[in-house]
Structure formats: C-alpha cells, structure tokens
C-alpha cells in the first residue's frame, strides 16, 4: 500500500506524462528509489529528493509533505512562481519585469 506522497508523486508523474526513468533523470534519483517512493507503505526521502521532484513538478514541497492537501491551491501555485523568480539571474528577471510591466499596460 502506497503512501499518501507516493500517490501524489505517481499522480503527478502521470500528469506530466513521465515516466520513472524521466523523473529519476531529472532528479538526479535511480528509477528504483522513484518507484520505492511511489510503492512502499513506508517511505522517508530526503529533504533534497523531495525539493527536486516538487522543482520538477511545479509544486511545493508542502503540497507533496501534507496528507491532508489533495490538489494544489492557487497558494501553492504562487509560491511556486515567486520561489523560481527569485532564483532568476538579475538579466533575467529585469527581462521578466519588462515582460509584466508591458503586459500591465495593455
């Protein structure tokens, strides 16, 4: 029996049309330790693992840590947003406040 954040992790997998080799490859995981996460009754992945698949998924890492959230809120999804922002380079993210400030004044 799988755990509530090995439902979300195979949910979300599935969402985004990966398979565990993609998401292992893109979280630096084995396909193995992706399919533990998603099968075992008992699972404890490290703090790291569980940022890089929620990077991945476009989540936060509350969202896939807490049994009692099923869909991610409007919330989860501006804290998604604001933390990749904030790891944009100062070129990009001039780039990106032109992009909005143009936007706005439409």
């Known amino acids: ?18 398979t565990l080799d993609q998401l292992a490859e893109k979280t630096g995981s084995s396909k193995s330790y992706i399919w533990e996460l998603e099968n075992r009754p008992v699972v404890r992945p490290s703090a790291e693992k569980i940022s890089r698949i929620a990077e991945v998924f476009g989540v936060t890492v509350e969202f896939l840590l807490d049994d009692e959230k099923q869909e991610i809120t409007s919330t989860d999804a501006d804290q998604v947003f604001f933390r990749r922002v904030s790891q944009l380079d100062s070129t990009k993210r001039a780039q990106l406040e032109k992009f909005l400030k143009a936007i706005d004044d439409e």
């Open 1 to 18: 029996m799988a755990t509530i954040i090995g439902e979300k992790i195979r949910a979300q997998r599935k969402l985004m049309k990966l």
